[in-house]
């Protein structure tokens, strides 16, 4: 029975063996594939080191290059309540791949000067401590490799934060309240010289495009009394400011143009034109009333008007501008044509008691005008003329004329006339 798998008393053979030596065989099918594919990952990889490195090689550079200035700022770290003054920059000498080399920047890389345990006031050379932030870029060296350290006692105070407004607000808008700023105070740190020349801590702000209340906020910054800026460190660094900002409203007396459409009836013409208020306030934004030209209303039409048109119309509305009145009354007086012509009439003459007038017969020219269609029906026998000789005296002498037309017309005045009275025949 040795070397042959035991079977039960059915003569078959055991599940637990059999399902034993299934997983002994499937287990050694999947570690040996298992092997097989770790190997080819490692030989994949190895292929590609290898054309990478030929392709595209490891190279070392500078940065920034050394043609150009040194722009690597380093930063001091561990100067507690001290200041340190500021640190020459440094370039590094890197080793990347040489399809990185021309996208690498200074602000990759930062520096670092420990300066713990610094005396103040003395000056110390301390090594520069660089780290790459691109992967795959190893810094080689730092060029200088120390820089002159002294440190400084810092200074502290707290400044009130000034609104610095760099441009102006709109034509036609103003703060309706004054502007607000939080905070109201910061801290400054700095040099001691440096803290004692800043007179104020600035934000900035652009009121160019502000139309209504709004906030803005801005960077902080410090600067002299002649407005320098000065490098200290303030906290808070920005701050914001709060604006109510809203139109300036202006009033303006306006009279009203009106707009007559139309032909009155044949014989007639528009006469006068008045409208009732004869001015219209209006108010609104400055630039707006500032730049209203006109104020005109809805058209009047006087089309077959043979008498005056009366009729309420509606002023313009001006966007953005209130007037103290929405309607007028307007009225456009219609009038007849007028005409003139001349008529020779012989006027009364009643000479007094005695006397009778000689070297006749007597005669003036009238001069009438009115409208078209009651000179039209003028006749000579509707005008009279009339001479008054009570009181006079025989001889000759001049005498006024009284002169009355129909009702609607207009006589001009005329000259005296010179009668002649004598005695009458007994």
Known sequence: MTGRTPLNANGRQSPWRATTRFVRGGGGSVLSHWALACFSVAAAFGVWFVVQDVENPQVDVWVPAQTDPASIVPQAVNAGDFIVSELAPIRVQVQ?????????RPSDFDASVDVKGVQPGAAAELPVHVTSRRSGVRVVSVNPANVTVTLQQAKVKDVPVTINRRLPLPPGYQESSPATVDPVFVTVRGLPDLVDSVAEVDVDVNLSNVRGDTQIDGDLVARTSGGSTVTVTISPTS??????????????????????????????????????????TV?????????????????????????????SRLVDRVPNLVADHTSVIVTVSIVPFDTAAAFIVAPDIR????LTAGAGPYSVTVQVSGPLALMQVLKAGDIKASVSLTGALAGTATYPVTVTVP???????????SITLRAASP
């Open 407 to 417: 009702a609607g017309l207009k006589a001009d005045p005329i000259d005296p006339i």
């Open 283 to 311: 108010t609104g934004p400055k630039d707006v009333v500032d730049g209203l030209q006109a104020l005109g209303m809805d058209q009047v039409d006087v089309t077959g008007a043979t008498k005056d048109v009366v009729q």
């Open 239 to 280: 701050a914001r400011v709060s604006l109510k900002v809203a139109p300036i409203f202006e009033q303006r007396t306006m009279g009203l143009t009106p707009t007559i459409v139309g032909v009155p009836a044949p014989g007639y013409r528009v006469g006068n034109v008045t409208i009732d208020p004869p001015v219209v």
């Open 96 to 104: 990347a791949r040489k399809s990185d080399v021309a996208s690498l």
């Open 351 to 354: 000479p007094p008691a005695g």
